[in-house]
């Protein structure tokens, strides 16, 4: 045996690219069969209008007035965190932070960063704090804040529960979404390799590593108050609220999916109930107050020995759909490897094995992977409750999940994206109408909208309009006439819900970020947030809605930094079944004349967005997660106004692709507020109800964090930005203080 050291790759950066399939849109064969550029100059006889269709303004109700105030009333979106009377600001004054490649952050002049919560802070007395050396247990980290803080959400508190309005206290609620093996262990990356073991066993870990790195993922629920100086906010110790959610901690399932033969293991046969949430991305709040986290990557954790024969052919192909091939260990956590004489339960390990190996599914843990990859609610409100998968959601990598604002009587729609090179863009519209009066019903109410419903997927066509296609067993070939993957049920519908919105031919799109909706216009955005296979792999197509692919020695190189799509569903009703689309921006360093679409400078540009948050106020801030651009620039969070679907022009890519482009960039309407250390990834994004504070997530900073966070090791954390002052975020950006709260 000998002894391997070295460093995990982060989650983030294993991008998943398992969508063989060939359904491209009807639309975009027709458009290869036309010569692109003369359809813009009207070659064709066509003119612009005609080919991307007169479609009128869509999603600007009458409840959008001039005056800038959002759609609806504050009854009708109690849940949506606001206060005052605070109006959009027309232009940002703000001075826009310049590109930096510093060991530091930087903020906007007039304001202040500091970092909270990192890696290994306790969240109850009797625990040590953290020690760089790393030999704290890895039984304490489920009492710890776990690494790599991604989505969150700020709930206000009241007494002893939900206050949309309250600001002098909460709960700050946070995903964790992977681990930094190197920097997490006493040991580093440990590995043993054993040569004369069976394939998934060679490399082995340490039980002490892998407990460690599970109780790391999750969420955690920490109360906050403010602070006595009235700036800023500390974590409220041994509040009974404080508590970590890990992948290690039971789970509910429910709707369609919870007690079906695809997911019943030897942990419960009947189904209903699983070990873990994992791999917890970005997020969402519901209506009524709960929290929505996202299972994104949750691959990486599992292993699949050799067992297609044990499988039907179909349910083999929706494993392999997910990026479950044969014969794989996973990623390199390996969290199935350590000796089962070192586990603490007899299932500790072997449930991270999804190999099909006992007789049937209840004698193995075959079926445990497909209990991975739902949206998970969590009442941070009650202590003792269990998490709950909303299986009718569908499952896939989730991004985040966003809804659209709620009206009295009507369904409650959700908006999600799956974060994997060509996969696609969903909607869920719950079967019953919302009520006011669910407003800080906990889980009860997530019962009540979420376990029934219609799920959809996007398809976006090539004229800038697009259409939703009902993922519902029996209809549109979801049914067991599907040669490729059949279906017997709703339960393998969205259990295997890629392979569904497949054979509805929904588009492949640049990889599927975060989803926000406007609250000025309720209108809906999506990054896209890179794609190096769009206009390489043949499956993957230049089409209007994902039109750029750079050229490298003139042949295409895909898209190396992103977009942001939008749309505006018909009539304003988020339950529609079509929308009208444009691209909302083009992300590109300025200085790339071919590529800057949006007219990008200096101050403004930006590469592979992917945190999206619009604030009640209508302020849409955008978040990045680059690798093209860091020899310029750290990844970073910009401010934007956006304007609406269609207040852009047409234009054609660098790569021939015609598509529509939302209004110019300018120093007015998008600046660089912040700039994270070298390294990291800026991520998670919550604001509190009265626009004071401003939180934000760092991932994987660089080695040279650690003494700026305090001590050597780099460790992910919370940064906190407050005015100087004391006052409202953006507060120079509106006219008088006649408009502040």
């Known amino acids: 045996m000998t002894l391997l050291n070295n460093k995990l790759e982060h989650a983030h950066e294993i991008v998943e690219d398992s969508n063989p399939t060939n359904n491209i849109d009807f639309q975009t064969i027709i458009s290869r069969r036309l010569n692109r550029r003369s359809i813009l100059k009207g070659g064709t006889g066509l003119t612009a209008a005609a080919f991307f269709g007169a479609l009128p303004l869509v999603g600007c109700t009458d409840d959008d007035d001039s005056s800038g105030n959002p759609i609806g009333n504050n009854d009708n979106n109690a849940a949506i965190p606001a206060q005052g009377d605070l109006k959009r600001p027309e232009t940002l004054k703000f001075t826009a932070v310049a590109h930096s490649t510093a060991e530091t952050m930087t903020v906007a002049e007039g304001y202040k960063a500091e970092i909270i919560l990192p890696l290994g802070t306790p969240l109850m007395s009797g625990i040590e704090d953290w020690k760089d050396n790393r030999e704290q247990s890895a039984e304490s980290f489920e009492w710890r804040m776990g690494d790599n803080h991604d989505g969150m959400w700020f709930f206000g508190k009241k007494g002893n529960g939900y206050d949309a309005k309250a600001s002098e206290n909460g709960l700050l609620v946070m995903n964790h979404e992977y681990v930094n093996s190197a920097e997490l262990s006493p040991f580093g990356y440990h590995v043993i390799q054993d040569k004369d073991a069976s394939p998934l066993f060679q490399s082995r870990r340490l039980a002490s590593d892998v407990r460690r790195e599970v109780n790391c993922h999750g969420v955690a629920v920490v109360e906050m108050t403010r602070r006595a100086d009235g700036k800023g906010y500390e974590m409220v110790p041994n509040s009974k609220y404080n508590r970590r959610v890990t992948s290690s901690t039971t789970a509910q399932l ?119 990859g739902y949206i998970t609610e969590i009442d941070p409100f009650d202590q003792n409750s269990v998490s709950q998968k909303r299986t009718a959601m569908g499952r896939f990598a989730h991004e985040n999940c966003a809804y659209a604002p709620v009206e009295q009587g009507k369904p409650v729609v959700f908006y999600m994206g799956d974060d994997a090179k060509g996969e696609h863009i969903y909607k869920f519209v719950s079967k019953a109408t919302w009520s006011n009066s669910d407003i800080g019903g906990g889980l009860k109410a997530g019962d009540k909208y979420l376990n029934d419903g219609t799920l959809y997927a996007a398809v976006f066509n090539e004229d800038g309009s697009g259409e939703w296609k009902a993922l519902i067993y029996g209809q549109n070939g979801l049914d067991a006439s599907n040669s490729v993957l059949p279906f017997n049920g709703q ?101 790339l004349a071919a590529e800057n679409l949006s007219q990008l400078n200096n101050t403004n540009d930006l590469s592979s967005p992917d945190g999206l948050y619009f604030d009640p106020r209508g302020v849409l801030w955008i978040q990045t997660d680059d690798g093209a651009y860091t020899d310029t620039t750290s990844c970073m969070l910009l401010a934007a106004l956006p304007g609406k679907v269609s207040d852009g022009t047409t234009i054609t890519t660098s790569a021939g692709q015609p598509t529509r482009v939302g209004m110019a960039a300018s120093n007015d309407n998008i600046k660089r507020f912040f700039v994270g250390p070298e390294g990291c990834e800026v991520t998670g994004i919550t604001m509190t109800p009265d626009f004071k504070t401003l939180f934000i997530n760092i991932q994987h900073p660089g080695n040279t964090w650690g003494a700026v966070a305090g001590g050597s090791i780099p460790r992910s954390a919370t940064v906190m930005i407050t005015k100087e002052d004391g006052g409202v975020i953006l507060a120079e950006s509106f006219d008088s203080a006649e408009n502040m709260a």
């Not at 873990?276 to 691959?299: H, K, Q, V």
């Not at 014969?327 to 390199?332: A, D, F, K, L, T």
């Not at 209007?544 to 749309?567: C, L, T």
Request: glycine residues 10%; proline residues 5%.
């Open 254 to 372: 429910t709707g369609p999916v919870a007690g079906s033969d695809l997911v019943k293991t030897k942990f419960d046969p009947t189904g209903n109930q699983t070990r873990g949430i994992n791999n917890n991305c970005g997020a969402g709040l519901s209506p009524w107050g709960t929290y929505l986290t996202t299972e994104e990557n949750f691959l990486g954790v599992f292993a699949r020995g050799q067992d297609a024969s044990q499988l039907s052919a179909g349910h083999n192909y929706g494993r392999v759909r997910y990026g479950a091939t044969e014969n794989s260990p996973g990623s390199r956590y390996l969290w199935h490897t350590p000796d089962a004489k070192d586990a603490i339960i007899t299932d500790e390990f072997s449930r991270w094995d999804m190999t099909a190996a006992g007789a049937n599914a209840t004698d193995d843990y075959r079926n445990n992977f497909n209990t991975f």
């Open 491 to 591: 339960d393998e519908v969205l259990v295997f819900a890629r392979a569904a919105a497949d054979t509805l031919g929904a588009t492949k799109m640049d990889r599927p970020e975060w989803v926000s909706v406007s609250p000025m216009t309720g209108e809906v955005y999506v990054t896209l947030t890179n794609n190096s296979n769009r206009g390489v792999k043949e499956d993957q197509p230049l089409s209007a809605s994902n039109p750029r692919s750079y050229q490298v020695n003139g042949k295409p190189a895909g898209n190396d930094n992103g977009h942001i799509i939008r749309w505006a569903e018909a009539g304003g009703d988020h339950a529609a079944l079509s929308f009208e689309w444009d691209i909302y921006l083009f992300a590109t360093p300025y200085d």
